[in-house]
């Protein structure tokens, strides 16, 4: 439990600043472009998505420690179709440019994915 939580301890304040400035970024410069999914949904799915991988990375590392890595790897194709299902009505849409849209949504999942990396990385090595 105290892995989840030093977890915790740093990725909020990590995902809460990250929000901040991409929510500045977008009033502030993109202002004229109306984007499909609002920050703050992006987000809320991101989040949700990283701390429940996380957490179930922590369950098979505590029992069964030698499939963490498996699991990790597993649990970023998962994240993966998520995103997929999640963008899928973006997709659909009838939205002339879909670019901006993308990267509101995908710089935030590789900076996830990069934190959760060093985390999930560090926690492997301690076998």
């Not at 069964?64 to 498996?70: D, H, I, L, R, V």
């Not at 440019?97 to 090595?125: G, Q």
Request: glycine share 2%; aromatic share 22%; charged share 10%.
């Amino acid at each position: 439990m105290t892995a989840f939580f030093n977890f915790i301890k740093f990725f909020l304040p990590f995902a809460i600043i990250l929000f901040a400035i991409q929510l500045l970024v977008t009033q502030q410069f993109f202002a004229d472009i109306l984007f499909y999914y609002s920050t703050w949904s992006i987000y809320l799915f991101q989040v949700i998505l990283t701390l429940a991988a996380h957490s179930f990375l922590l369950f098979v590392h505590k029992n069964f420690p030698e499939k963490a890595g498996f699991t990790f790897m597993g649990m970023g194709v998962i994240k993966m179709m998520a995103c997929v299902v999640f963008l899928i009505p973006l997709i659909q849409s009838e939205t002339l440019s879909r670019i901006p849209d993308i990267a509101a949504f995908f710089i935030p999942y590789f900076m996830f994915l990069f934190f959760e990396t060093i985390f999930a990385v560090r926690l492997i090595n301690k076998l």
